[in-house]
C-alpha cells in the first residue's frame, strides 16, 4: 500500500483526535458560499517524511490531479509566472487581481535575481548551479515569503520554503510550510514537490533522495471533517510507478509531457469540496 496513505491517514486522525478547535475565536478565512467563519481543528508543527527511492508519494485514497500539481509547479519555478492564465487549471483564480496576476508571490519571487558569489541571477538558478558546482554546500535554498512585497501579494505563500542537502548521490529537500489546508492541499503539494526533487536530481547528475514536509499550522476545516473522516477509512492500494522523460537534461526544457504515472489506482475523487478563502 502506498506510504503516503498511511502517513496521510495517521495525520487526519491526530489532527481529528488531538487538534485544538478555532470555534469561538476570531479567523480570517470565510467560506466561499456564505460568508460565514471558516473555523479549523489544527495541530502544530508536522513532519513527514517521504523516501522517493522507495517510492513516489501518491495518495490512493483518491487520485491527485498530477498533471495539473505539475503545471503549477512549472508555472512557479520554471516559468517563474504570476499570471493566471498561463496555468491550465483555475486554482489561483479566486486570488488573481484586476491585472490577471497573484501580484508579487510564488513565481514572482523565485524570478527575482540577485548577486550571489557566482553572479547575478534568480534563487532557481542559483539552486541549479550550486547542484551542479558545489552539490554539498548546506546553502542550497529557496525562499519566497519576502516581508517588503507581502502587501502586494495576492496571498501570503503558503509553502514558502525549500532546503537541498546532498548526501552522496541523493539530492533530499525539506519543504517547509507555514499552513495547509490538509484536505484540499496536502498530496498535492507533496506530489508536486516530491516531481521537483526528481526533476532537479536528473538535471544535476543526482537521484532523489528524501523529501521532508514541514507543516507549522495543518488543520481540517469544520466543514471539511465529515468528508476526511470518510476519506481516511477508504481501502488503499499501491503506489503508481512514476516516469520521467530520461533525456532532459536541462530544468528549463521541462514539460507536461515529460511526466507520467503508470498503473494510478485510486478511489473514488471527492467532489462539490466546500471551499474557504
Same mark, same amino acid.
Given at each position: 500500500?502506498?506510504?503516503?496513505?498511511?502517513?496521510?491517514?495517521?495525520?487526519?486522525?491526530?489532527?481529528?483526535?488531538? +487538534? =485544538?478547535?478555532? @470555534?469561538?475565536?476570531?479567523?480570517? $478565512?470565510? %467560506?466561499?458560499?456564505?460568508?460565514?467563519?471558516?473555523?479549523?481543528?489544527?495541530? =502544530?508543527? *508536522?513532519?513527514?517524511?517521504?523516501?522517493?527511492?522507495?517510492?513516489?508519494?501518491? /495518495?490512493?485514497?483518491?487520485? #491527485?490531479?498530477?498533471?495539473?500539481?505539475?503545471?503549477?509547479?512549472?508555472?512557479?519555478?520554471?516559468?517563474?509566472?504570476?499570471? *493566471?492564465?498561463?496555468?491550465?487549471?483555475?486554482?489561483?483564480?479566486?486570488?488573481?487581481?484586476?491585472?490577471? #496576476?497573484?501580484?508579487? &508571490?510564488?513565481?514572482?519571487?523565485? +524570478?527575482?535575481?540577485?548577486?550571489?558569489?557566482?553572479?547575478?541571477?534568480?534563487?532557481?538558478?542559483?539552486? /541549479? %548551479?550550486? !547542484?551542479?558546482? &558545489?552539490?554539498?554546500?548546506?546553502?542550497?535554498? #529557496?525562499?519566497?515569503?519576502?516581508? $517588503?512585497?507581502?502587501?502586494?501579494?495576492? /496571498?501570503?505563500?503558503?509553502?514558502?520554503?525549500? #532546503?537541498?542537502?546532498?548526501?552522496?548521490?541523493?539530492?533530499?529537500?525539506?519543504?517547509?510550510?507555514?499552513?495547509?489546508?490538509?484536505?484540499?492541499?496536502?498530496? %498535492?503539494? *507533496?506530489?508536486?514537490?516530491?516531481? !521537483?526533487?526528481?526533476?532537479? $536530481?536528473?538535471?544535476?547528475?543526482?537521484?532523489?533522495?528524501? !523529501?521532508?514536509?514541514?507543516?507549522?499550522?495543518?488543520?481540517?476545516?469544520?466543514?471539511?471533517?465529515?468528508?476526511?473522516? @470518510? !476519506?481516511?477509512?477508504?481501502?488503499?492500494?499501491? &503506489?503508481?510507478?512514476?516516469?520521467?522523460?530520461?533525456? *532532459?537534461?536541462?530544468?528549463?526544457? =521541462?514539460?507536461?509531457?515529460?511526466?507520467?504515472?503508470?498503473?494510478?489506482?485510486? +478511489?473514488?475523487?471527492?467532489?462539490?469540496?466546500?471551499?474557504?478563502?
Amino acid at each position: 500500500m502506498s506510504k503516503a496513505d498511511t502517513i496521510f491517514v495517521n495525520m487526519c486522525r491526530d489532527i481529528l483526535d488531538n +487538534g =485544538f478547535s478555532t @470555534e469561538g475565536q476570531t479567523v480570517r $478565512a470565510k %467560506w466561499a458560499d456564505d460568508g460565514a467563519p471558516a473555523h479549523t481543528r489544527k495541530i =502544530f508543527g *508536522v513532519c513527514n517524511r517521504y523516501d522517493l527511492q522507495e517510492e513516489f508519494p501518491a /495518495l490512493t485514497l483518491r487520485p #491527485t490531479p498530477m498533471k495539473n500539481a505539475i503545471d503549477e509547479i512549472l508555472w512557479i519555478w520554471q516559468k517563474k509566472s504570476n499570471r *493566471v492564465s498561463e496555468l491550465h487549471s483555475h486554482i489561483w483564480d479566486a486570488w488573481a487581481g484586476g491585472d490577471g #496576476t497573484i501580484g508579487k &508571490a510564488y513565481g514572482y519571487q523565485l +524570478g527575482v535575481k540577485y548577486k550571489f558569489a557566482q553572479g547575478v541571477m534568480d534563487q532557481v538558478d542559483n539552486v /541549479l %548551479w550550486q !547542484l551542479k558546482n &558545489a552539490p554539498y554546500s548546506r546553502r542550497i535554498m #529557496t525562499n519566497i515569503y519576502n516581508f $517588503a512585497d507581502l502587501s502586494e501579494m495576492g /496571498l501570503e505563500p503558503c509553502a514558502y520554503s525549500m #532546503t537541498f542537502n546532498v548526501v552522496g548521490n541523493k539530492l533530499n529537500a525539506i519543504l517547509n510550510q507555514r499552513s495547509q489546508d490538509v484536505l484540499v492541499a496536502n498530496n %498535492w503539494n *507533496v506530489a508536486q514537490y516530491a516531481v !521537483l526533487v526528481h526533476m532537479l $536530481a536528473q538535471v544535476s547528475g543526482l537521484v532523489p533522495g528524501e !523529501l521532508v514536509h514541514m507543516i507549522s499550522d495543518a488543520h481540517i476545516y469544520d466543514r471539511h471533517e465529515p468528508i476526511v473522516r @470518510e !476519506l481516511i477509512e477508504r481501502p488503499q492500494y499501491p &503506489a503508481p510507478k512514476f516516469k520521467m522523460n530520461p533525456d *532532459v537534461k536541462n530544468f528549463y526544457d =521541462f514539460t507536461l509531457d515529460d511526466f507520467a504515472f503508470e498503473d494510478y489506482q485510486a +478511489g473514488p475523487q471527492v467532489k462539490k469540496i466546500p471551499v474557504a478563502v
